[in-house]
């Protein structure tokens, strides 16, 4: 409670100095002034709301309290199939698609290595 009440007042104080200060030194119209210091005052709230204790003992609090709430593990959920295609259809392109970049990627590498391997032993022609 005294921790509230203390940001309040921070936030009241903060406030009103802004207020004197825009509608003084400025000579803003008062309603625009209190609009801003309002604005500023939420800010202060929230920015001293955020800085609170840590939050690990409320956590094993509630956690405690309603165990039953706790997320638990369980089954991914597999991706529902897309319009018109059959699931198993869809595992097979999938499947085959995977399949088709590995081949690529292994003939690839084997390419670029017989191509280092003629180009380090002079063998190979550039066109």
Known sequence: ???T???LA???ATS?????YLILWFHWPV???????ALLGMLVVVTSTSLGED???ADAAWQAAAPDLLDQPGPALAPSPSAGVAEGDEAADVDS???AMAAAAASGAAASGAAASGASSGGGSFK
């Open 97 to 99: 698609g995977v399949d």
């Open 31 to 37: 309603t625009l002034s209190l609009g801003v210091a």
């Open 55 to 57: 939050s690990a003992a």
């Open 10 to 12: 921070i936030a009241a």
């Open 16 to 20: 009103l100095g802004l207020v004197l």
């Open 5 to 7: 009440l203390r940001t």
């Open 1 to 3: 409670m005294a921790r």
